[in-house]
């Protein structure tokens, strides 16, 4: 049964956006991803993407991290479009306005997790570099990692480079969080500690956190869930 839409309330900040979203691969038999997906995301939000495997969850979430263009529908980041963006604009909009966490962390090897962390700040150039020195310090602080400021991510455990993900997403202070199953790839203390963190995000710095997961028991503890089946939205509700 497919419930009725959910969103911010009228006194909160529109922050994210669909409009019709769909996102079709074309080939002999044309595949589609995500289909007429359209919602309201606000300020301070920890939104749920769940659904089976294949029903689009990050296909979405590339789109909305401007990471993929739809094929048709638009999204808007605080209320503008950007379908008309150029590739380099969308690649600015990115860089200041959207913290990206994958399942993955992608961390550079040969980098500590205090360089890792400064490299976002140091392309968007908003920063001296003794004011990226601490930022980069109080974000890992923060996150329970000030006594591995200078490892490098072989040094670290899964769940502490995930925790560099998650500050490095943090490293130029943006308003979305995107993260795309940012816990699966941990176990149950790893991912307890990332799910933590997200929360704390959302909780203190008002940030909004946007998470593909197919762990339900997390899904279930998020304010939000946006459900698909087949690339459309089941449902969306808040819990």
Not at 97 to 116: C, D, M, R, S, Y
């Given at each position: 049964?497919?419930?009725?839409?959910?969103?911010?309330s009228?006194?909160?900040?529109?922050l994210?956006?669909?409009?019709?979203?769909?996102?079709?691969l074309?080939a002999?038999?044309?595949v589609?991803?995500?289909?007429?997906v359209?919602?309201?995301?606000?300020?301070?939000?920890?939104?749920?993407?769940?659904?089976?495997?294949?029903?689009?969850?990050?296909?979405l979430?590339?789109?909305?991290?401007?990471?993929?263009?739809?094929?048709?529908?638009e999204?808007?980041?605080?209320?503008?479009s950007?379908?008309?963006?150029?590739?380099g604009?969308m690649?600015?909009?990115?860089?200041?306005?959207?913290?990206?966490?994958?399942?993955?962390?992608?961390?550079?090897?040969?980098?500590?997790?205090l360089?890792?962390?400064m490299?976002?700040m140091?392309?968007?150039?908003?920063?001296?570099?003794?004011?990226?020195?601490?930022h980069?310090?109080?974000?890992?602080?923060?996150?329970?990692l000030?006594?591995?400021?200078?490892?490098?991510?072989a040094?670290l455990?899964?769940?502490?480079?995930?925790r560099?993900?998650?500050?490095?997403?943090?490293?130029?202070?943006?308003?979305?969080?995107?993260?795309?199953?940012?816990?699966?790839?941990?176990?149950?203390?790893?991912?307890?500690?990332?799910?933590?963190?997200?929360?704390?995000?959302?909780?203190?710095?008002?940030?909004?956190?946007?998470?593909?997961?197919?762990?339900?028991?997390?899904?279930?503890?998020?304010?939000?869930?946006?459900?698909?089946?087949?690339?459309?939205?089941?449902?969306?509700?808040?819990?």
């Amino acid at each position: 049964m497919t419930l009725a839409k959910t969103g911010p309330s009228s006194n909160v900040r529109l922050l994210l956006q669909t409009k019709l979203l769909t996102r079709v691969l074309p080939a002999v038999v044309p595949v589609t991803l995500v289909q007429d997906v359209d919602f309201s995301i606000g300020d301070s939000e920890f939104v749920a993407i769940t659904g089976p495997s294949g029903s689009g969850k990050s296909s979405l979430l590339y789109l909305l991290g401007l990471l993929d263009k739809p094929t048709s529908g638009e999204v808007l980041i605080e209320e503008s479009s950007t379908s008309d963006l150029s590739s380099g604009e969308m690649a600015s909009m990115r860089l200041e306005k959207i913290g990206f966490v994958f399942q993955f962390h992608f961390l550079l090897p040969e980098f500590t997790a205090l360089e890792n962390i400064m490299i976002p700040m140091q392309k968007l150039g908003r920063l001296s570099a003794r004011d990226q020195l601490e930022h980069a310090t109080g974000l890992l602080v923060d996150l329970g990692l000030g006594d591995f400021l200078h490892r490098r991510p072989a040094q670290l455990s899964g769940g502490q480079r995930q925790r560099v993900a998650v500050a490095r997403a943090l490293a130029n202070s943006p308003d979305l969080i995107l993260a795309d199953e940012p816990t699966g790839s941990l176990d149950s203390a790893a991912t307890e500690q990332v799910f933590d963190s997200l929360q704390s995000i959302v909780e203190t710095q008002k940030t909004t956190v946007v998470a593909v997961t197919h762990d339900m028991d997390l899904a279930s503890r998020m304010q939000r869930r946006i459900h698909l089946v087949d690339g459309r939205i089941d449902y969306d509700r808040v819990q």
